[in-house]
């Protein structure tokens, strides 16, 4: 549900401004709607930039402690004055350990091409080349390549085999002319490189020491910092949602509030004597949005906004999509057996979980109940085919499965087919019909006439010829009824789906029957494309319960020449692997499909405009 708003126009004079907004402030529930947009100031560019850095110091911490989690030194005597040095010093921890770890690799990477020639010592080459007038040259060629000839002109000495290459020295007064890589070593010793590595990994020790400390201790202090900065953002950003005038003496402030905060928010600005008018929205406004909805409702909130916030004139439809997605879940994961594994999860999440995972685990609580509901339905259990077992106890409800060995065709097609074309056919007539509410919300119940109309007809349709075609005879009283229904929604359809084409008398009937013969078109073909869609419940719910099915025979049939002493093993491999792949599959096809029904088919049907702003007070 969305909640009503008020907005509410202030004027303040220069002079009581700083001290107006210090109180809205401690209000908390006026939302500032920005004037001057896209302009910033030095002021609220600084704390853009601190925020930045407290989330990055935070995140440095995080990543830090959990790197290091099982060592619970404290040698560091770090001592905090506030958030600001505790930024700093958290900055100066994380700089300080690139640098090492930056001396760690190039110390590494010397180690490494010094390792095949040993400790030798740099002094003594120099003065072996002053002595002979040769210059030493570093090669390594496959070990297979080495020739001899080298050593003859070149006094070629090899040094290392080492990995199949065979590393040597060459002497001459020019390059030689040899087929081998030639190696440009470090300046420094193998040992010295050693000392460096060995003293930067105590040292990025020490760094990860304090840097832990600081995370166990003084994690809050920077939390509380982030808090602060995020407070000063908005506290600019308000200094930036407002226009100045009569010369810059007033300044004029346009926000919005819940209407169950507006007395109260009133008899503050009248006991400080603050010019102001509250009203309802215009339909023209921007106006921010709150959503309120019960403990099931909410656990869908998350998959809303993943498409967008409702604006202010649509109607939440929350409540609407919920048990459906919920449905469709069920249907497209289609598997007793994984629906119980879901709802296992979820009520581990849900006991055992964060705060935030806590919600989700209460979701899918309720989406394995679901699905585990649709595969008993269905007479599927970890891809069993529960209608062909000889099962005692599944005599009685063999019958009642929704499959073709169980209720069997209708209308000569497989019952789940069918049920999910009129499945989508229901959801799609509650979206028309939210699109009427929707218009008679915003407009007046004369715009929800046409859409109304379309919803009747369909309904007497569906009476007039469904129900004889399943063996139900009609009293003519009851036909008679149902055409008059209908001719009276084709009057709806055709001269009353544009009420403002009526200002002008002639042109409004001739362009309402053009509105009504463009929306039977659209009729015509968008909603069979949208009832098609829904075949992907049965397909998917299907797909998933032959996949298991198919690992299930594998796993027997594979095995059956196997004593029972050792088949057990490869059975069970074959069947977790299988199961474990088919699940996966099967789990993003239940969230993908619904919510692809969800956003498109329905949302499309409901007019569901969304584009909201969420509603956020201004507060500390």
């Given at each position: 549900m969305i909640e009503r708003m008020k907005k509410l126009t202030f004027l303040v004079t220069q002079k009581e401004y700083d001290e107006f907004i210090a109180g809205l402030r401690e209000q908390g529930v006026v939302h500032v709607q920005q004037l001057k947009q896209g302009q910033t100031s030095p002021a609220l560019q600084k704390a853009l930039e601190e925020r930045v850095r407290y989330q990055q110091a935070l995140a440095y911490l995080d990543i830090s402690l959990k790197a290091w989690e099982k060592d619970e030194k404290q040698n560091s005597k770090f001592k905090i004055q506030n958030s600001d040095s505790l930024l700093n010093e958290v900055e100066r921890l994380k700089a300080e350990e690139v640098s090492i770890r930056h001396t760690i690799d190039e110390a590494e990477k010397n180690i490494q091409k010094l390792e095949p020639w040993g400790n030798f010592d740099w002094e003594k080459i120099k003065k072996l080349q002053q002595e002979t007038g040769l210059q030493v040259y570093f090669y390594a060629c496959a070990a297979k390549s080495f020739?001899?000839?080298?050593?003859?002109?070149?006094?070629?000495?090899?040094?290392?085999?080492?990995?199949?290459?065979?590393?040597?020295?060459?002497?001459?007064?020019?390059?030689?002319?040899?087929?081998?890589?030639?190696?440009?070593?470090?300046?420094?010793?193998?040992?010295?490189?050693?000392?460096?590595l060995?003293?930067?990994?105590?040292?990025?020790?020490?760094?990860?020491?304090?840097?832990?400390?600081?995370?166990?201790?003084?994690?809050?202090?920077?939390?509380?910092?982030?808090?602060?900065?995020?407070?000063?953002?908005?506290?600019?950003?308000?200094e930036l949602s407002d226009e100045s005038i009569a010369e810059g003496a007033v300044r004029l402030m346009v926000g919005w509030t819940l209407e169950e905060k507006a007395e109260e928010l009133t008899k503050w600005l009248d006991e400080k004597q603050v010019y102001y008018e509250l009203e309802n929205p215009a339909y023209e406004d921007d106006v921010p949005v709150k959503i309120k909805n019960d403990g099931?409702?909410?656990?869908?909130?998350?998959?809303?906004?993943?498409?967008?916030?409702?604006n202010y004139r649509d109607i939440d439809p929350s409540i609407?999509?919920?048990?459906?997605?919920?449905?469709?879940f069920g249907l497209c994961l289609g598997d007793g057996g994984y629906g119980l594994l879901v709802l296992l999860g979820g009520i581990y999440l849900a006991l055992k979980g964060s705060d935030e995972m806590k919600s989700y685990g209460r979701l899918g609580i309720w989406l394995g109940l679901a699905t585990t509901v649709c595969g008993l339905l269905t007479g599927t259990f970890?891809?069993?085919?529960?209608?062909?077992?000889?099962?005692?106890?599944l005599a009685p409800v063999k019958p009642y499965f929704l499959n073709d060995n169980g209720v069997g065709p209708l209308f000569g097609y497989s019952p789940m087919m069918v049920i999910s074309v009129i499945i989508g056919f229901v959801?799609?007539?509650?979206?028309?019909?939210?699109?009427?509410?929707?218009?008679?919300?915003?407009?007046g119940f004369?715009?929800?006439?046409?859409?109304?109309?379309?919803?009747?007809?369909?309904?007497?349709?569906?009476?007039?010829?469904?129900?004889?075609?399943?063996?139900?005879?009609?009293?003519?009283?009851?036909?008679?009824?149902?055409?008059?229904i209908i001719a009276i929604s084709v009057?709806?359809?055709?001269?009353?789906?544009?009420?403002?084409?009526?200002?002008?008398?002639?042109?409004?009937?001739?362009?309402?029957?053009?509105?009504?013969?463009?929306?039977?078109?659209?009729?015509?073909?968008?909603?069979?494309?949208?009832?098609?869609?829904?075949i992907r419940l049965f397909a998917l719910g299907l797909t998933g319960g032959v996949l298991g099915g198919v690992f299930n025979s594998l796993a027997y049939d594979m095995t059956s020449s196997l004593p029972w002493a050792i088949r057990w093993l490869p059975m069970v491999i074959i069947l977790l692997a299988g199961h474990s792949i088919t699940f996966a599959l099967s789990m993003i096809s239940a969230f993908v499909h619904p919510m692809r029904l969800t956003f498109v088919e329905f949302f499309k049907n409901a007019d569901f405009s969304g584009g909201g702003k969420e509603y956020t007070p201004f507060k500390k």
């Open positions: 020739q001899a000839d080298w050593a003859e002109k070149y006094f070629a000495t090899p040094i290392d085999e080492y990995r199949k290459r065979t590393y040597f020295l060459a002497f001459s007064d020019v390059e030689p002319d040899i087929k081998a890589e030639r190696l440009e070593l470090p300046d420094g010793s193998l040992e010295q490189y050693r000392q460096e060995a003293e930067a990994k105590e040292a990025l020790q020490k760094n990860h020491d304090t840097t832990c400390e600081v995370a166990r201790q003084y994690r809050n202090v920077l939390e509380a910092g982030q808090k602060q900065a995020q407070s000063e953002i908005q506290l600019r950003q308000v099931y409702t909410s656990l869908f909130e998350p998959i809303l906004r993943m498409y967008s916030l409702p609407f999509f919920a048990p459906f997605f919920m449905l469709f970890f891809g069993i085919d529960l209608s062909k077992q000889d099962w005692a106890f959801q799609v007539l509650l979206g028309m019909v939210l699109k009427g509410c929707k218009a008679w919300k915003n407009f004369g715009y929800a006439i046409g859409t109304f109309s379309w919803v009747v007809a369909l309904l007497a349709a569906i009476a007039l010829f469904g129900l004889p075609a399943c063996g139900v005879s009609l009293p003519k009283v009851l036909v008679y009824a149902l055409y008059g009057v709806g359809i055709f001269l009353y789906n544009n009420p403002s084409a009526y200002k002008n008398p002639i042109t409004g009937p001739l362009l309402n029957i053009g509105g009504g013969v463009w929306a039977t078109y659209g009729m015509a073909t968008g909603l069979l494309g949208d009832l098609l869609s829904y």
